[in-house]
């Protein structure tokens, strides 16, 4: 955790905000400081804030929610050229859902990942289609949808999982005010229970999403390439990420 701390970033008015450059990969290297960095939503932002985004070197803001989200909440970077609006969830498959068979958040992820692959594979894309310098990647709180697509990257820069799941876990860290507050305001015991798993940040919610990829795709890289990612933008995600 020590190390997650080190990385995480003052920008006046996110609360989830961090670059995971430094983190190890697989012969001896690790990732690039500056190259990928994921927040919540940067509506937030004051303009110090912004200045403090672009002061970052970021050159691309990939917005993974909804629509209907980011037209509510517009934020700073919405009509700058850099800014990207890539729903990860896919509303058309939506009707898939078993809502019983996906009762808690670990469950959810694991039925996602499978059914919003295109999107989030397109998400990726755009990661590994950016131009030169950092990548802001952001939904609303900075834990879930973001959460998915980080660790994805991650495993492609050759990561290992227990340290995907720490820097998973940080966001427990980074919004526990806010979480602490939403639980004191919730008096019901059903809503108490729900929010202790809607805020939840366990290690394990994210390597069950992991292992779900690697037993129906063989791997990370087999899920990007089934879903549209073609092998030249494999390599340029991570070459982007890795400083090896």
């Known amino acids: 955790m020590s190390q997650r701390s080190a990385l995480r970033l003052s ?5 989830n905000v961090r670059d995971v450059g430094g983190l ?8 690039r400081v500056g190259a990928l960095v994921r927040a919540d939503s940067p509506h937030r932002l004051t303009s110090a804030g912004v200045e403090a985004v672009r002061g970052y070197g970021v050159r691309r803001v990939l917005d993974l929610r909804s629509v209907a989200e980011a037209a509510a909440r517009p ?5 700058d050229p850099m800014y990207r609006l890539v729903p990860l969830i896919d509303p058309a498959r939506e009707a898939e859902r078993d809502t019983a068979a996906e009762s808690t958040v670990a469950l959810i992820y694991r039925a996602s990942v499978v059914r919003n692959a295109e999107r989030i594979v397109a998400g990726l894309a755009a990661i590994a289609d950016a131009p030169p310098g950092g990548v802001l990647v952001h939904c ?3 834990k879930d949808r973001t959460g998915m697509i980080v660790a994805l990257a991650l495993r492609i820069a050759g990561v290992p999982d227990h340290a995907i799941a720490d820097d998973y876990a940080f966001s427990g860290i980074c919004l526990r005010e806010e979480h602490e507050r939403a639980m004191a305001d919730a008096a019901d015991p059903d809503e108490r229970a729900r929010l202790a798993d809607v805020q939840s ?16 795709f063989r791997g990370v890289s087999g899920y990007l390439v089934d879903n549209g990612m073609t092998a030249k933008q494999l390599d340029r995600l991570r070459a982007r990420l890795r400083t090896d």
Not at 24 to 31: A, D, L, Q, R
Not at 75 to 79: K, L, V
Not at 202 to 216: K, S, Y
């Open 11 to 15: 920008w006046p008015g996110c609360r």
């Open 24 to 31: 190890p990969t697989t012969g001896g290297g690790e990732v």
């Open 75 to 79: 934020g700073p970077f919405a009509a």
């Open 140 to 142: 609303a709180s900075g």
């Open 201 to 216: 940040s366990d290690p394990d919610t994210i390597l069950g999403m992991l292992a779900r990829v690697d037993e129906a």
